[in-house]
């Protein structure tokens, strides 16, 4: 197994990232690479999902997939509980690092930044745009929480289907939005023979400033 890792390499070809085609701002280059992500990758890969990292009160790191929602100037938008291990993680330490990575474009951006909760309001309107059952089942589920067995998560999944022949779920309080207040941004573009571009953006009290990083 070792020697198939080791000899497994692919050459980047796609495509180059040059000053040349950058603006002053990150976030729009951003929404192009996601959108081209969307387009080109073939399903089944959610362009959107990104790889979420999150530091415990010992200094610990934890990463996991989520999905971003929305892409703001402000920030990336994901939802999740408020209870789950992450969510302990930022009332501990309001910070993440979300990767995303595109191999069909041999692409990769890393965003770094603080974390806080949306509005009460955004969390409403996005948990009431999902499917029914999506919304029961995040009601049934104590993420990060240990179940018994797959019977318990099914049987909390029945009672709570049955609590709400008749109505329309509620929002439960400890499950909502994340946005991750961009601070830095890398877009890292593989070349051939390993000699990637990797261009940086980092926050400055008024707009971005960019550089080159080696690869
Ligand atoms: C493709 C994919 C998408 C996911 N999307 C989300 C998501 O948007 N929100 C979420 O809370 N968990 C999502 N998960 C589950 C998380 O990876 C993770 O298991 C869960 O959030 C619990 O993480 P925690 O215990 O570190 O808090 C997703 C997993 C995968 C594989």
Known sequence: MSEYLQNMRRNYQCDALLESQLGDEPVSLLQAWLLQAIEYEVAPVEANAMFLASVDGY?????????????????????????????????????????????????????????????????????????????????????SQPVASRDELESRMDQVQQQHVQSVPARPQDWGGYRLSMQRIEFWQGRPDRLHDRINYLKQDSGWSRERLAP
Request: net charge positive; glycine share 8%.
């Open 59 to 143: 200094g610990r790191p934890h990463g996991r997939v989520v999905l971003l929602k929305a892409l703001e100037a402000e920030g990336l938008i994901f939802y999740s509980h408020y209870g789950s291990a992450k969510g302990v993680d930022f009332v501990l330490n309001p910070y993440a690092a979300a990767t995303f990575h595109w191999p069909g474009l041999e692409r990769q951006v890393r965003v770094e930044g603080v974390i806080e909760r949306v509005t009460a309001d955004e969390s409403d309107r996005y948990f009431h745009s999902r499917p029914l059952l999506s919304r029961l089942a995040c009601i049934a589920s104590p993420q």
